[in-house]
Structures are given as structure tokens and as C-alpha cells.
């Protein structure tokens, strides 16, 4: 089946620091790939949806600048957290369409000390 | 905008009960409905979907789910779960752009 694998799992670091999170679809191609944030029992709430070759699509309240998403490739797309500050501690999920189902990555958990 | 809500944070059961997790969206449109699984220390993986047809659906590792349009509902069952079903249920619910809009998460503890 269509494997999506996200990198890292898990960074720690210290705040100011801007972390970059990579997800790419394996074994096949994926124009749009999806960022959603989870935080502790509660639902992934979508950040953004990225496009290649294009300009990603932010939801409401999801700051472009703090948040750099680049998708250059059909099967990578990243995700840019800069300067980062303990608020932005969460869990991030990457997924891939492929149509009309979408992939998951395996997340990446984020602490910002 | 859809929402979708989950009505059970945290179910509890033992092994060979049965399961039945509430999923209602609101969305008046044409909606395709997802139920995902997440064990613990996995990604997220698809149980189950509904495009169009007969609104009885049935996914993988025995689970179904049935559609009631009129009750904007999309209930998930397992006749009678294992030990390996405790995981993470999450419901989701697209309206035909591909964003997915997902329940809070139903967490299920199988006591063996």
C-alpha cells in the first residue's frame, strides 16, 4: 500500500530555533500534500494544505511566516517551524492525496524547550 | 465549514463486547465519510470510507459503519472487538475538495 514517511519523528530544541519537518509519498506521486497540528486529546485540526509548484494554502489563524511550507517535488513536501517557542510544542502530521484517499505519516513530535 | 463530532471521548470495554462509536457531521452537501485508526506509537490508517452506494460499509479487521443521511450520522461497529483494538478511532468527513475535517477521537481500551 501507499506509504508516506515523515521526518524526524521527534526534535527537541531550544526555543528560537526554526525545525524543519519533511514528508514524502514513497511509492507514489502526490500534487497535494496536507499539515495538520493534534494536540494532547484533542482532533488534528488542519494547518495547510501544500501544493507543488505552487504556493501552499493556509487555514484561518494559521500564521504563513511562522509556519514555511515548501512543496518542490511531487513527493516532498516540508515543513518549516521558524523561530520556534514553546507554544508551538505539538504534534505534526503530514499526509499525502492520493486521489481520493489521503496517506498519513507517522508524525512528528515537536518540543520547544 | 463541516465539523464532525465524536460522542465518546473514552470507551472502555472487554474482550468479545461489542463496539459502537457515534460520529455526526454537519454539512448539508455531499460528503464522503472516513472512519481512521491510530494504535498506539502508529500513523493513521484507514478503517473504512463512503463515497456513494449502499450506506452499509464494511473495512477492514471486521469494523463496519453504517451512513443514515437523515441523522447526518456515521456509526461505527465491531460485533465483538480484541485485545487488539484498543487504538485511537478518529471520524472525518470531506466535502468533495479533499480537506478533511476529523472528530476529537474516540479512545477504546480493550480489557483482555
Known amino acids: 500500500g501507499a506509504v508516506v514517511s515523515q521526518h524526524p519523528s521527534r526534535v527537541i530544541c531550544k526555543s528560537g530555533t526554526s525545525v524543519k519537518i519533511e514528508c514524502r509519498s514513497l511509492?507514489?506521486?502526490?500534487?497535494?500534500m496536507f499539515w495538520y497540528r493534534q494536540f494532547p486529546k484533542q482532533s488534528l485540526m488542519l494547518m495547510a494544505t501544500?501544493?507543488?509548484?505552487?504556493?501552499?494554502?493556509?487555514e484561518q489563524g494559521v500564521e504563513k511566516d511562522k509556519f514555511l511550507i515548501n512543496h518542490a517535488s511531487l513527493t516532498l513536501s516540508t515543513l518549516t517551524v521558524t523561530s520556534a517557542h514553546p507554544e508551538d510544542s505539538s504534534f505534526y502530521i503530514c499526509?499525502?492525496?492520493?486521489?481520493?484517499?489521503?496517506?498519513f505519516g507517522d508524525g512528528t513530535r515537536l518540543s520547544i524547550l | 465549514a463541516q465539523s464532525v463530532s465524536q460522542h465518546n471521548h473514552h470507551v472502555i470495554l472487554s474482550e468479545a463486547a461489542s463496539l459502537e462509536l457515534g460520529c455526526n457531521y454537519s454539512?448539508?452537501?455531499?460528503?464522503?465519510l472516513f472512519w481512521y485508526v491510530q494504535y498506539p506509537g502508529q500513523h493513521l490508517q484507514l478503517l473504512l470510507k463512503?463515497?456513494?452506494?449502499?450506506?452499509l460499509v464494511k473495512g477492514i479487521k471486521g469494523f463496519e459503519a453504517e451512513f443514515i443521511k437523515s441523522k447526518f450520522s456515521f456509526n461505527l461497529r465491531k460485533p465483538s472487538v480484541q485485545w487488539s483494538d484498543t487504538a485511537e478511532y478518529f471520524c472525518?468527513?470531506?466535502?468533495?475538495?479533499?480537506?478533511?475535517?476529523f472528530g476529537a477521537g474516540t479512545t477504546v481500551t480493550v480489557r483482555a
Open positions: 499526509s499525502a492525496e492520493d486521489s481520493p484517499l489521503q496517506h
Open positions: 511509492d507514489f506521486q502526490a500534487t497535494t
Open positions: 501544500s501544493n507543488e509548484g505552487s504556493k501552499a494554502t493556509y
Open positions: 454539512y448539508g452537501g455531499t460528503v464522503n
Open positions: 463512503y463515497f456513494s452506494g449502499d450506506p
Open positions: 472525518a468527513v470531506n466535502a468533495g475538495d479533499y480537506k478533511l475535517s
